[in-house]
């Protein structure tokens, strides 16, 4: 029987290996196991802690990680936390189902990048280009510094808190973050801040002004100033951006919308319309 000195027990000397070796996620990606090779790599420390004096343990364990994985990259701390905390609890009790420990990444993968892009790919990055590039135009050295501390700080603190409290809670954490909703409401407030962010970028970076002017007797019509902007200011960005969004819905090629943009482009310009 296996007594309490004698358990293994994975020290913060291993989870700040993992930590770090987590941002080379994707250095070796695999195409047919994505980011396993990574993860695996990651797991190391741990694992030797564990199964160091069992190399047949340790081999299997490193064959476990190795099964496909893909996530989104700020997330894969919180998964390498719960992962060490059940090979912890498999090294020390031999009865210990393994095939857990790749179920459990396997249900955290969908949700995890769910919330993952949205709040990184499709909220930060979105929200930090838009500060940056506000800022670059105009040729402040804060555009690029800004771009890369909004998109970073928040990347930093999930994958620093992801790791601790993923360890802390081990396999229980996919039932804490289900529980009250907390991800449904996450993921709420990332498509919100997201829509307003993206409503921001529409106003102040989609240029379609009309240079048409009618003259009609005695009075002069700027189309742009004297009639839309008085409807809706920024009216035609907006009406550009939602065809578009509208045409990708429709599964129409990118590589099109763009030639007929530019098309477009060229025949109003042509007709002296903008």
């Known amino acids: 029987m296996t007594t309490k000195s004698r358990e293994k027990h994975v020290t913060k000397r291993e989870l700040v290996s993992a930590f770090w070796r987590s941002f080379l996620i994707t250095a070796c ?6 980011q396993a090779p990574g993860f695996d790599y ?3 420390p741990v694992l ?3 199964y160091g004096d069992d190399k047949e343990a340790l081999s299997e364990a490193l064959t476990r990680h190795a099964e ?3 996530n989104t990259y700020a997330c894969t701390p919180f998964v390498v936390g719960i992962a060490s905390a059940m090979e912890e609890e498999a090294a020390n009790d031999p ?3 393994t095939s857990s420990i790749n179920n ?13 892009d949205t709040f990184f790919w499709g909220t930060f990055r979105i929200l930090a280009a838009g500060v940056g590039i506000a800022f670059a135009q105009k040729g402040s050295l804060l555009g690029p510094l800004l771009f890369l501390l909004i998109f970073n700080i928040p990347n930093i603190l999930v994958r620093v808190f992801g790791m601790k409290y993923g360890y802390r809670i081990g396999a229980k954490s996919i039932d804490a973050l289900i529980s009250g909703g907390l991800m449904a409401r996450a993921t709420k407030a990332a498509t919100v801040l997201g829509l307003i962010v993206i409503g921001g970028m529409i106003s102040s970076m989609v240029y379609f002004d009309l240079s048409w002017v009618l003259n009609m007797g005695d009075i002069t019509l700027n189309v742009q100033t004297d009639l839309l902007d008085m409807i809706c200011p920024k009216l035609l960005p907006l009406l550009l951006t939602f065809g578009c969004y509208r045409a990708l819905q429709k599964k129409v090629n990118p590589g099109f919308i763009m030639i007929f943009i530019l098309a477009l482009g060229v025949v109003l310009k042509a007709l002296h319309m903008i």
């Open 42 to 44: 990651a797991m190391i």
């Open 68 to 70: 496909a994985y893909n």
């Open 29 to 34: 990606f695999s195409m047919d196991r994505m």
């Open 104 to 116: 459990i990444k396997v249900a955290l993968m969908g949700p995890l990048s769910g919330i993952g």
């Open 95 to 97: 009865s210990f189902d």
């Open 48 to 50: 030797k802690k564990l």
